[in-house]
């Protein structure tokens, strides 16, 4: 039987589960920019800044990441979580190693699986880096300081962000097509479901550790 997880060993374990968590999201961020179809809006303008400066998409995240904690501990004056630094650095590191070992399909029934496939992905990898609440990314951690400075709704702030950000990379040339408006309107749910099971499974998982601790 196996043993449940002790109040010591769950730290470990929830850094595991959030880097599992955003290399899965950084697959599914190189799956949409193969696709060739559209890819989110934060990819549009990363897309779009390689391709008037050069350097990697992976390299244009982790300064747009760098950018965005900055004006995060400027606004709120607090310092993000470390799993904020952390994601930035992963995915850009995992979005660029995923792009080199990924190609586009040859026919557009290929690029649009690869493309739902990028979606699920991606939602699925944001559900689990997540789950273990250990910090959360750039974009959201500049989205919670301006919404807690102002009183706007986190929803409001989030969606004037991306529409800024999409149509700055879409200026720069990046790509926005069917997939863009299709990322747009699903990753939400999919997330959303994602994050449901996979912070369930984490609070059981501590509820669990706490109790043997407790006999312990």
């Not at 920019?33 to 934060?42: D, K, Y």
């Not at 993000?80 to 992963?90: E, R, V």
């Not at 990379?169 to 994050?195: A, D, K, Q």
Request: with cysteine.
């Amino acid at each position: 039987m196996t043993r449940p997880w002790t109040k010591t060993e769950m730290p470990i374990f929830r850094w595991f589960i959030f880097t599992l968590g955003v290399v899965i999201m950084s697959f599914g961020v190189a799956l949409m920019i193969r696709a060739e179809l559209g890819i989110a809006p934060w990819d549009v303008l990363h897309v779009g800044l390689q391709m008037h400066f050069g350097l990697t998409v992976g390299t244009w995240t982790i300064i747009m990441g760098l950018v965005l904690l900055t004006a995060s501990v400027i606004i709120s004056k607090e310092r993000p979580k470390l799993g904020a630094y952390l994601n930035m650095i992963f995915v850009g590191v995992f979005v660029d190693i995923f792009l080199l070992l990924l190609e586009t399909p040859a026919s557009i029934q290929g690029q649009t699986i690869m493309l739902l496939a990028g979606i699920l992905v991606m939602g699925f990898g944001i559900g689990v880096y997540i789950s273990p609440r250990m910090g959360a990314g750039p974009r959201d951690s500049v989205m919670l300081a301006i919404s807690e400075k102002t009183g706007m709704a986190v929803a409001r702030v989030r969606a004037v962000m991306e529409v800024s950000v999409l149509f700055i990379g879409w200026l720069l040339g990046g790509p926005v097509f069917i997939g863009t408006l299709l990322f747009s309107v699903t990753i939400g749910h999919v997330s959303g479901v994602s994050l449901t099971i996979c912070q369930n499974w984490m609070d059981r998982l501590r509820e669990r550790g706490m109790r043997v601790e407790n006999i312990y």
